[in-house]
């Protein structure tokens, strides 16, 4: 997935260079390079948005973890068990 984080955006963002260069810089390619330019960058942010979400999802599961293991051992992962009287 690599790819499609990093070098999809850039690849996009390259085609619109490529469109003014092959173009010649006229006014049809500078408005074709802002659209792919656009695209790219929505794409790399969509890849970050995306990227946050599944942190988020991380967290739960290894909080749902810890608290199946203080339903078992009661305690937390993360404490000494205590010593009962």
Do not use: K
């Not at 390079?33 to 979400?53: E, K, P, Q």
């Amino acid at each position: 997935m690599a790819v499609v984080r990093t070098w999809l955006p850039i690849a996009i963002l390259l085609a619109g260079v490529l469109l003014i260069v092959v173009r010649g810089g006229d006014e049809t390619s500078i408005e074709g390079a802002f659209a792919l330019w656009g695209a790219g960058l929505s794409v790399w942010l969509l890849n970050i948005l995306f990227r946050i979400g599944v942190t988020g999802d991380r967290d739960r599961h290894a909080e749902d973890e810890a608290r199946d293991y203080f339903e078992r051992h009661g305690h937390w992962p993360d404490e000494a068990p205590t010593q009962g009287p």
